[in-house]
């Protein structure tokens, strides 16, 4: 596993500095460069969003929308808050999330105890070849394994924290708890995540 995830640290920095270049280009109209990002990004972004809406036709869309707003506000990159990947996966939660809570998708009640509620999408995740999708399946299987280890009440608050983009305020007012118990169990149930993962990682 060390190895795997040592190739892809280095694989991943050569990709982040071409992703900046490409983005630099979409900064001054250049379509081509969008069509690269595009066609680098595009399937990993609507497989993110199709978990979150749970509908074809509305990821599709959104995919459209994403992509959109990445030509649209190439400005407003900012290079040292992150790669250009997180940043286009940024504004697919974002969008995801509004058409979600817009479009009344699922129901939410049942998404806190479905697995496939979880959604996590690492930067080394990104490089659609067999390497990088290894790492991907590893990591989302590390982190349900991870999430199965807390508390019913910590993985809540942090699904419905992560996975479905409340404020710690709105999950107080939703499980109907105060809000220094919410931020209690979100603080325990990371360290806890944390840990689980570290330990991997060093095995």
Request: no cysteine; proline share 2%; aromatic share 8%.
């Given at each position: 596993m060390t190895f795997i995830l040592l190739a892809a640290i280095v694989n991943q920095a050569a990709r982040n500095e071409e992703d900046l270049k490409l983005l630099l280009r979409v900064k001054d109209r250049d379509e081509g460069a969008l069509?690269?990002?595009?066609?680098r990004y595009s399937s990993l972004v609507y497989t993110f969003v199709l978990k979150v809406v749970k509908a074809t036709?509305?990821?599709?869309?959104?995919?459209?929308?994403?992509?959109?707003?990445?030509?649209?506000?190439?400005?407003m990159f900012a290079a040292d808050k992150g790669s250009v990947y997180t940043w286009i996966v940024t504004i697919a939660r974002r969008?995801?999330?509004d058409r979600l809570r817009s479009k009344d998708l699922v129901n939410r009640g049942q998404s806190l105890d479905d697995d496939s509620a979880i959604i996590s999408v690492p930067d080394a995740a990104y490089m659609a070849n067999p390497?990088?999708?290894?790492?991907?399946?590893?990591?989302?299987?590390?982190?349900?394994?991870?999430l199965?280890?807390?508390s019913a009440e910590q993985r809540t608050v942090i699904e419905l924290s992560y996975f479905e983009g409340?404020?710690?305020?709105?999950?107080?007012?939703?499980?109907?708890?105060?809000?220094?118990?919410?931020k209690t169990r979100m603080r325990q149930g990371l360290m806890k995540l944390r840990d689980s993962l570290q330990r991997h990682i060093e095995a």
């Open positions: 069509s690269e990002l595009y066609d036709d509305e990821a599709e869309d959104l995919v459209q929308e994403i992509f959109l707003q990445v030509w649209n506000k190439a400005s969008k995801a999330i390497l990088h999708a290894a790492i991907s399946n590893e990591y989302e299987a590390l982190m349900r394994e991870g199965a280890q807390l409340y404020t710690q305020e709105q999950i107080a007012e939703r499980l109907n708890a105060p809000l220094g118990t919410i």
